[in-house]
Each structure stands twice: as structure tokens, then as C-alpha cells.
């Protein structure tokens, strides 16, 4: 009877270490024969039912299986561990000559590219950079550059509008009043940045860039306009492009310009890009008005500025030869890429 229990016991835990998956199957053999309410545990427990003259006999058997079983449940918890340790430092295993996944490497987008050329040439030309808000006072946009009242530039379907005296400013001179306000001269300044116009089509986005310039000093005439401008335009285009002068209006430059480049692609014989003219529109400029001046409080009879205003889009288009400006702002990398 005892016998037939010990022999179970015997084939039991053997079968268990015999099935077991890993080490875990062996942690739970051991609480189930040799645990505290173990299987093997209990029949010790009968012990004392025993007759007293067979207890030693039954006694030294039932702790004989206990060490047999006891030492065979270590081996195989040892085997398995020592297995599970070397599958996981194989899994582990990082394999250096595997050759690695390929990636796409970034590259500016080609209004960055255009955006930090322009300023480059002009910091080397003295210039310092100036931030202003894009979120503007109706002042700053309009009336401290000498706009009228009724100028259609104000109204709201040139303008957004942000309620009645703030808007989106249309334009980076509105930058030009709060550098004369905090500075005096001599100024040189160039202001990139973001404005907005309600207008969208080929050559036209709601959003789109400009680059400011502006220099108030003593002296100062439009042939300094002409040489900073044409230099700017030898570095940027090519050392043989030309600037060509036309009038113009804007309302806080007397005399006005619009600037004319000769065109790269076809060297001034006139093609598709210059539409047969030979010239490409670039910016607007001028001698800036002693009105704007003394509006910000510097003496016009004393000092006297040139300013200028160009698109970066337009500049970009001009220089990649680049037929639609959507294309800078639909974002297909395969598109962008290409100027890296
Ligand atoms: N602000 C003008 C525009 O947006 C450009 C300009 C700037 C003209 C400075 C003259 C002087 O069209």
C-alpha cells in the first residue's frame, strides 16, 4: 500500500521533469510533490500511523525519495536554466556585420536654401537680421509707411484682418517702423520672414515670403541703391547677370523702383522664363520717403534710406526656373528633394 503510493510518487515527479518545457514546469513539480502540502510531504505525515518498530525503515525510505527526487528536480532546473541563458544571450546577439536599413537623408527646403542665400550675401554686405511680428497693428503695416486712409492695399480684400486695428501683415516693411523707433542711424537691416495676402493661384499664395531691406544713413542716393542691389544680384544669380531700373509707385518710397534682373537662363535674347523680354521682375525698391522718416522720428533733412522688398518664392522660381509656386508649398519630397 505505501509502496504502491511511493512507486506514483516516483513516476509522477519523474513524468513532470520528464514533460517540462522549462524551468518554470520544474518550480511547479517541486511545490507539488515536495512542497509543504506536497504529495511526498503528506505520506510523511502518515508516519506516525506506522507501526513503531517499521517507522525507521518506512522513515529512511520516504527521505531516501525525497533526496532522489529533491536532486533530480535541481539537475533539471540547472539544465534548463543554463538553456534559457544561452537562448537569451543568442537572441540578444547583435550580428555588426549585418548591413543597415537604408534612410532617406533630410534636406533644407528649397525657400530655406533661397532664404539663407539672399541673407548670406547681404550680412556680407553688412546687413544685420531683424525679426518682426507677422500678427501686425494696422499702424505699422500701413500708416507709418505712409499709406492713406483709402488706399486700396487697406482694404479687406487685399488685408486679413484680425478684428478692426490688427492684421496679418501684408508686407515685411511694416518691419521698417519698429527698427527706425528703436534705432537710430546708421541702420542696415534685413528682415525675412512670412506675410499674407488673399490671393491663390500660379504665381500667387496666401502665404508666401519676402525679404526686407533697409539702410538710413547720411548721403545716401540711389546709386548706393543700384550697387548694393546689383552686387546682390551677381552673387545670388551669376557674375554676368545685370539689374535694370524701372519707375515704380509705392507710397513710402519716393522715387520708386521695380528691379529687373537679366535673365540667367537665356542671357538677356529673351525665352519661356523672361517671356521674350530678356528681363525678369525681381523686387520693388526706392529712396525711402522723408515722410516714413519723420514719422518715426529721424530727421529727413539730415539723413536719407533706400529700402527694397523682394519675394523669396519669386526668387526661387527665378532661379531654379521654377513655372508654378505651388509646387515650393504642395510638399511632395520627390519634387523638393532635387534641390538638396
Ligand atoms: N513692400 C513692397 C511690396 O510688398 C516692396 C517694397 C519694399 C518696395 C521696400 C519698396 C521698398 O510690394
Redesign the pocket.
Known amino acids: 500500500m505505501l509502496d504502491d503510493k511511493i512507486r506514483q510518487i516516483i513516476d509522477g515527479c519523474k513524468s513532470a521533469i520528464e514533460w517540462a518545457k522549462c524551468a518554470r514546469d520544474i518550480g511547479e513539480a517541486k511545490v507539488k510533490f515536495l512542497g509543504k502540502s506536497g504529495a511526498l510531504t503528506l505520506l510523511l505525515k502518515e508516519l506516525k500511523n506506522v507501526p513503531p518498530d517499521e517507522k525507521p525503515i518506512v522513515g529512511k525510505r520516504l527521505n531516501d525519495v525525497r533526496a532522489e527526487l529533491e536532486a533530480a528536480l535541481e539537475r533539471a532546473e540547472a539544465e534548463f536554466a543554463k538553456r534559457e541563458r544561452e537562448e537569451r544571450i543568442k537572441a540578444e546577439t547583435l550580428d555588426v556585420t549585418l548591413s543597415k536599413r537604408a534612410t532617406g537623408y533630410g534636406a533644407l527646403h528649397p525657400l530655406t536654401i533661397v532664404k539663407n542665400d539672399i541673407v548670406n550675401i547681404f550680412i556680407g554686405m553688412g546687413f544685420e537680421v531683424k525679426d518682426g511680428p507677422e500678427i501686425e497693428h494696422k499702424y505699422y503695416n500701413f500708416t507709418a509707411l505712409n499709406i492713406p486712409e483709402d488706399h486700396p492695399s487697406r482694404d479687406s480684400a487685399d488685408t486679413f484682418y484680425i478684428g478692426d486695428e490688427m492684421l496679418l501683415r501684408t508686407?515685411t516693411?511694416a518691419v521698417q517702423a519698429h527698427v527706425m523707433e528703436q534705432q537710430k542711424p546708421p541702420i542696415r537691416i534685413l528682415c525675412p520672414g512670412k506675410v499674407y495676402r488673399p490671393d491663390d493661384d500660379a504665381t500667387h499664395s496666401p502665404m508666401f515670403h519676402?525679404i526686407?531691406g533697409l539702410v538710413v544713413d547720411e548721403h545716401l542716393t540711389i546709386s548706393d541703391l543700384m550697387g548694393v542691389l546689383g552686387e546682390f544680384a551677381k552673387k545670388f544669380f551669376s557674375p554676368e547677370t545685370k539689374i535694370r531700373l524701372r519707375p515704380s509707385y509705392?507710397p513710402?518710397?519716393e522715387p520708386?523702383v521695380e528691379v529687373d534682373l537679366s535673365c540667367a537662363m537665356c542671357g538677356g535674347k529673351g525665352c519661356r522664363l523672361c517671356k521674350g523680354t530678356g528681363w525678369l521682375e525681381l523686387l520693388?525698391?526706392?529712396i525711402v520717403n522723408p515722410a516714413v522718416l519723420e514719422c518715426s522720428g529721424i530727421d529727413s533733412t539730415k539723413y536719407s534710406g533706400f529700402?527694397?522688398?523682394m519675394g523669396v518664392e519669386r526668387a526661387a522660381m527665378v532661379k531654379y526656373g521654377i513655372p508654378d509656386m505651388r509646387l515650393l508649398f504642395d510638399n511632395d519630397i520627390r519634387y523638393l528633394k532635387q534641390f538638396r
Open positions: 508686407q516693411s519676402q526686407e509705392f513710402f518710397t520708386s520693388g525698391a526706392g529700402a527694397f522688398g
